[in-house]
């Protein structure tokens, strides 16, 4: 579950304070959206959910490996946005591109950096309003594609810059396209749900 964080007497945190935050409090998950406002994560993912994210990202891992170009980075991973926002995803990938801009100090910190691909997995504590209005976010502020999967629904919903988004059963190959290319991932091999 994720809820708003109040602070009083502080209007909005600077980006050396968020990290600042964030370290000092290593067992919460933390997001700032674009109006300044802070939301934590306060309960830790159940298993299922853990184990369906591990799923997801070994599967973005071995077909990284193959290709070698990029970098995929898990649910701990922070990025600042070009709204202000810092928003944490499920799964990111960066192309190496991108990744080679980095100062080694910005890669050991959250980076002021659009992956090129996330992944939402929604929990059974998640608002699904909620995830899809964060998708939104992803693609307006840059992201190339992005998946958001529902696994009580077995679907996934893929948003892609200035398309309406597609819905695909589990049972369908989800493809990389021009962003992931040569992947591919039929979540209903890989996922329990």
Same mark, same amino acid.
């Given at each position: 579950m994720i809820v708003p964080?109040?602070? %009083?007497?502080?209007?909005? +945190?600077?980006?050396?304070?968020?990290?600042? +935050?964030?370290?000092?409090? %290593?067992?919460?998950?933390?997001?700032?959206?674009?109006?300044g406002q802070l939301f934590i994560s306060i309960s830790p993912t159940y298993a299922l959910t853990s184990s369906n994210n591990s799923e997801l990202i070994a599967e973005l891992v071995l077909w990284n490996r193959r290709k070698g170009n990029g970098k995929v980075l898990e649910s701990s991973g922070g990025f600042f946005l070009p709204d202000t926002s810092m928003r944490v995803p499920d799964v990111a990938w960066v192309r190496n591109e991108q990744w080679e801009r980095l100062t080694p100090a910005e890669k050991k910190s959250f980076p002021k950096l659009t992956p090129d691909f996330v992944i939402e997995l929604k929990s059974d504590t998640d608002s699904l309003a909620e995830l899809q209005k964060k998708m939104e976010k992803w693609i307006g502020n840059g992201v190339r594609m992005g998946w958001l999967i529902i696994p009580e629904n077995a679907e996934t919903h893929i948003y892609l810059p200035g398309s309406p988004v597609m819905i695909q059963p589990f049972e369908a190959l989800l493809e990389g396209g021009g962003v992931l290319p040569g992947f591919g991932v039929r979540l209903s091999e890989i996922l329990e749900y």
């Open positions: 964080l109040h602070i %009083p007497q502080l209007t909005k +945190f600077s980006d050396d304070e968020l990290v600042a +935050f964030c370290m000092a409090n %290593p067992e919460l998950t933390v997001e700032r959206d674009e109006s």
